[in-house]
């Protein structure tokens, strides 16, 4: 294992040099750590992956052929099955965020705490795990609704936006799950505010039909959402190229310069909570 | 630049009045006001156990949890091995390991899991810490458990896995947090010897927090009594229990113990050390005898409904400072 080695303090105390890990070691180990504890609960796993398929592979078919899809050149199911990533990655996060407070009310946290590992580790070793389980339930649901007979049409520029929009949006998931987990002490309050986090933006993104379908009111408060940048954005990467989606938002005539905005505000978000959501876990957890 | 290792041997070469925890003016106010901690000071010699004796809501754990960086502090100083607690944390937490007093282990990992945990968050190589935790299980009897889960293991089970957690890095100072509340008398006591082991094996620091008063005569080189976030006596136990001489007699006065004791003082018996709680007055015999005591009661008025007599004990030191009892406040 590679180390750092600490300065050498002044005073009047003997100069004690330890060895640290360093952020490599420290976040390997964390994540290791966290996705040992995952993989023995295996309901974090499927749990949250039961409702978006059944949207996608029962829901998406139905709608398409009671209403007759969108009438464009997008094929309606495949439309709500990039939709139901909007339900799957938020509930995936959040349930991530649950083994949080699972640490905090079982101690384990506080021999983390004692760590010699900067307490941001924490934080991060925790969402790359919450990204491996996010990217293994976006797969699945993605080769699932392939088998039923979705048309992804998926190009190598494509797949790049729809992994950085996908990434982005679960780092900015998971970083309003571990700051709720930071500040909400109790499971079953936790739990209690899964509908309005996880499920409540879903219905506002534009997930089952466009954002211009909504009232204007609701057209404009769902352009504010990360999750609808990150919804258009794969929708252009896999079923969109005329970037409708990107369209509807940004109301421009480039859509690459509409994706690389929407892009950016995800990224903005997501580095935003992730930088929240390490100050109030490291100011939480120190009483 | 100092010799970069783990291995005990090549460290620098420590004199033991050395201090290695230094802590000044230390002081810690949660919100909503409460005065946990109130600018204590103290150091801790290399190689020294040192106990901190008080009831639950002393400050006890609130101490321990500001010199492991898992409470910050309010106010004041602390240096690990010279390590600012405030400012280097986690240079300070690197030279430390720590025994909560509640349980911090991963219940859904093996015990084994859980000892590697550690080994890798405090860098210690994989070579080592495979032979480390095997002569860490050998040594506190937990070969039969620790490929089990954590959550099947019993209290004392689960104390000894974060003993033995907390010196696989060879620490240069450990923490013991109230290692042995809750545990059965065997288990505890078995826990006691352990203890006394680890100290005589690795010259490890050792800074015990407990409300038994026996673990600190026992395990202690010096104890500090805190009481009410302050510390009201710091010396070798010895040194605490001379100050009530060989004997104390306890008598049960029935009335008022304290006018009982003002009874005594107006009747020339020195009261400096005497103290009353409830209707039991306590009197080292010091400075006086019994016989001096029983003709001043008498002289009074005053009867003993019970007298016996006895060694001083570190309660009658507590006693003496606070004016509670130990296991009472506990």
């Known amino acids: 294992m590679s180390t750092t080695t600490l300065a050498v303090p002044s005073g009047l105390t003997p100069p004690a040099v330890r060895r640290i890990p360093t952020a490599a070691a420290a976040l390997a180990t964390l994540a290791k750590r966290r996705a040992s504890l995952t993989s023995r609960t295996p309901r974090q796993i499927a749990v949250p992956l039961l409702g978006p398929l059944l949207l996608a592979l029962v829901a998406a078919p139905a709608l398409k052929a009671a209403t007759g899809g969108l009438r464009s050149h997008i094929d309606y199911a495949a439309f709500i099955d990039i939709g139901t990533i909007g339900l799957l990655v938020p509930l995936s996060c959040i349930l991530a965020g649950l083994s949080v407070i699972i640490d905090r009310e079982q101690g384990a946290q506080r021999e983390l705490l004692a760590a010699p590992v900067p307490r941001a580790y924490l934080v991060l070793g925790n969402l790359a795990v919450a990204l491996v389980l996010a990217t293994l339930q976006v797969t699945v649901l ?7 007979g979705a048309h992804f049409s998926i190009t190598g520029s494509g797949m790049a936006w729809f992994v950085a929009a996908a990434v982005l949006i679960t780092v900015f998931t998971y970083g309003v799950a571990e700051t709720l987990a930071s500040r909400i002490h109790k ?27 909504m009232p204007a009111a609701l057209t404009t408060v769902a352009k504010f959402l990360p999750l609808t940048h990150a919804l258009a954005l794969m929708r252009y990467a896999f079923v969109d190229p005329r970037g409708t989606g990107l369209h509807a938002i940004w109301g421009m005539s480039n859509v690459t310069t509409e994706a690389w905005l929407s892009l950016g505000v995800v990224a903005a978000f997501a580095a935003a909570l992730t930088m929240i959501s390490i100050r109030v876990f490291s100011r939480s957890a120190v009483g | 630049m100092t010799i970069h290792t783990l291995n005990k041997k090549l460290e620098p070469n420590v004199p033991l009045c050395t201090p290695i925890v230094e802590v000044r003016g230390l002081s810690k106010t949660y919100p909503g006001g409460v005065e946990a901690v109130r600018g204590i000071d103290f150091e801790i010699a290399a190689g020294e156990v040192f106990g901190l004796l008080g009831p639950n ?66 860098a210690v190589t994989p070579t080592e810490a495979k032979a480390r935790i095997a002569e860490l299980v050998d040594a506190l009897g937990l070969g039969e458990l620790v490929d089990r889960n954590v959550g099947s293991y019993s209290g004392g089970e689960r104390r000894r896995l974060e003993i033995a957690r907390a010196l696989i890095s060879r620490p240069r100072v450990l923490f013991l947090d109230e290692p042995t509340v809750g545990l059965d008398p065997r288990i505890r006591h078995e826990l006691l010897d352990l203890i006394a082991d680890v100290r005589e094996r690795d010259e490890t620091t050792i800074l015990l927090t407990t409300h038994y008063l026996d673990e600190a005569q026992r395990l202690c080189d010096r104890v500090a009594i805190i009481h009410r976030g302050q510390i009201v006596a710091l010396e070798i136990p010895d040194a605490l229990l001379a100050d009530l001489g060989s004997e104390v007699l306890e008598l049960r ?71 509670d009892r130990l296991a009472d406040a506990a």
């Open chain 2, 253 to 323: 006065v029935g009335a008022d113990a304290s006018a009982a004791r003002a009874a005594l003082g107006a009747r020339g018996v020195p009261v400096d050390a005497v103290f009353a709680v409830g209707s039991t007055l306590t009197v080292p015999l010091r400075d006086t005898t019994a016989g001096d005591v029983m003709e001043a009661l008498d002289s009074a008025g005053l009867a003993a409904a019970a007298i016996s007599s006895r060694q001083p004990t570190l309660d009658d030191v507590y006693l003496r400072l606070t004016g």
């Open chain 1, 187 to 213: 499971q079953e309050d936790y739990t209690a505010a899964i509908p309005a986090v996880a499920i409540l933006p879903f219905f506002f993104a534009g997930a089952l039909f466009p954002i211009n379908a």
């Open chain 2, 57 to 122: 809501g002393a400050g006890k754990s609130t101490t321990v949890g500001m010199l492991t960086t898992t409470i910050a502090p309010s106010g004041g100083s602390a240096r690990l091995a010279g390590f600012d607690v405030a400012k280097q944390p986690i240079a300070a937490r690197s030279v430390s390991s720590v025994v909560f007093q509640d349980a911090t282990v991963d219940r859904n990992l093996s015990g084994r899991a859980n000892l590697a945990l550690h080994a890798r968050l405090w």
């Open chain 1, 142 to 148: 993605l080769a699932l609704a392939a088998l039923r």
